[in-house]
């Protein structure tokens, strides 16, 4: 099991950055995990902005794609959500996810952060 913890979160206009993090801690590094990050809209689900797997391996959704870049620092045990060319439908409350074999989906992972407030003004 590992526990969570985003950060990094915070008001910003369009056009702009944020770097948000994930720590990690429990008894395995993120280097085994599949380290994925999710946001969620008020009133709609929960979706998928992007993955770093085991390998180093990353995937995005389209509607970040060459926006966000995810990356990892496994001597700090975390990982790192950078967000470029920021827009308001970027607006969300942001999550990290762990799991050994993951990938896209929500479902497939069983460790969760808190969640951080990204809020994009127009």
């Known amino acids: 099991q590992v526990q969570l913890v985003e950060s990094g979160g915070g008001l910003v206009q369009a056009g702009g950055s944020l770097r948000l993090s994930c720590a990690a801690s429990?008894?395995?590094?993120?280097?085994?995990?599949?380290m994925g990050w999710f946001r969620q809209a008020p009133g709609k689900e929960r979706e998928f902005v992007g993955v770093?797997?085991?390998?180093?391996?990353?995937n995005y959704a389209d509607s970040v794609k060459g926006r966000f870049t995810i990356s990892r620092d496994n001597a700090k045990n975390t990982v790192y959500l950078q967000m470029n060319s920021l827009k308001p439908e970027d607006t969300a409350v942001y999550y990290c996810?762990?799991?050994?074999?993951?990938?896209?989906?929500?479902?497939?992972?069983?460790?969760w952060g808190q969640g951080t407030q990204v809020t994009v003004s127009s």
């Open positions: 996810a762990a799991d050994f074999l993951a990938g896209e989906s929500a479902q497939s992972y069983r460790n």
């Open positions: 429990g008894r395995s590094t993120i280097s085994t995990y599949a």
């Open positions: 770093i797997r085991r390998s180093g391996r990353t």
